[in-house]
T-cell receptor, first 113, second 115 residues
Framework: QQQVKQSPQSLIVQKGGISIINCAYE??????FPWYQQFPGKGPALLIAIRPDVSEKKEGRFTISFNKSAKQFSLHIMDSQPGDSATYFC????????????FGTGTKLQVIP | NAGVTQTPKFQVLKTGQSMTLQCAQDMNHNSMYWYRQDPGMGLRLIYY???????DKGEVPNGYNVSRLNKREFSLRLESAAPSQTSVYFCASTSGGLAGDYEQYFGPGTRLTVT
């Protein structure tokens, strides 16, 4: 059962452009939504995270937008750079008790010069 | 501080062979996890250990067993490898929400091929 749906599967963006990755979830008990970044040959690493009581969180060029009523959230990468080329995973978890994370299927981003 | 370490980095097995993937963390984390990563399917949870002495099945546990040896170490065993188990395996750990920290720290992965 895919509880977090992620799109697109792959994305090509020109340097300086905006990269947008979307996710939708089903379980309304989720209350913590992280994004992970994975470079080839490496393990994923936390990029940015948001709680549903906030509609937007920005860290540098990375912004999460959150729409609680639509059960959707998205990652925006402003001024995309070739160094941002990686696979991005959205995720969701219930923060109380044991935090089992449900991951999206990933988006492979390529930023071309 | 090495974080999460995994051994081996690469492994090729024949169908029916067994092996154990090792994972260790030096962050004093309570919870540890094993995932497999396949193209187009994201990260799928195989087994997890919420705390030392406990283990539970995740989304895709069939064909695998785990052992939480102590707080630092969490191993994954394939008793009789099958080609469907060809994948990249990641171990991860988390403090379990202490101080509001829900970050999962991942190891570098083990690339397993079963022929």
């Amino acid at each position: 059962q895919q509880q977090v749906k992620q799109s697109p599967q792959s994305l090509i963006v020109q340097k300086g452009g905006i990269s947008i990755i979307n996710c939708a979830y089903e379980n309304t008990a989720f209350d913590y939504f992280p994004w992970y970044q994975q470079f080839p040959g490496k393990g994923p690493a936390l990029l940015i995270a948001i709680r549903p009581d906030v509609s937007e969180k920005k860290e540098g060029r990375f912004t999460i937008s959150f729409n609680k009523s639509a059960k959707q959230f998205s990652l925006h990468i402003m001024d995309s750079q070739p160094g941002d080329s990686a696979t991005y995973f959205c995720a969701a978890l219930i923060s109380g008790g044991y935090q089992k994370v449900t991951f999206g299927t990933g988006t492979k981003l390529q930023v071309i010069p | 501080n090495a974080g999460v370490t995994q051994t081996p980095k690469f492994q090729v097995l024949k169908t029916g062979q067994s092996m154990t993937l090792q994972c260790a963390q030096d962050m004093n984390h309570n919870s540890m996890y094993w995932y497999r990563q396949d193209p187009g399917m994201g990260l799928r949870l195989i087994y997890y250990s919420a705390s030392e002495g406990t283990t539970d099945k995740g989304e895709v546990p069939n064909g695998y067993n785990v052992s939480r040896l102590n707080k630092r170490e969490f191993s994954l065993r394939l008793e009789s490898a099958a080609p469907s188990q060809t994948s990249v395996y990641f171990c991860a750990s988390t403090s379990g929400g202490l101080a509001g920290d829900y970050e999962q720290y991942f190891g570098p992965g083990t690339r397993l091929t079963v022929t």
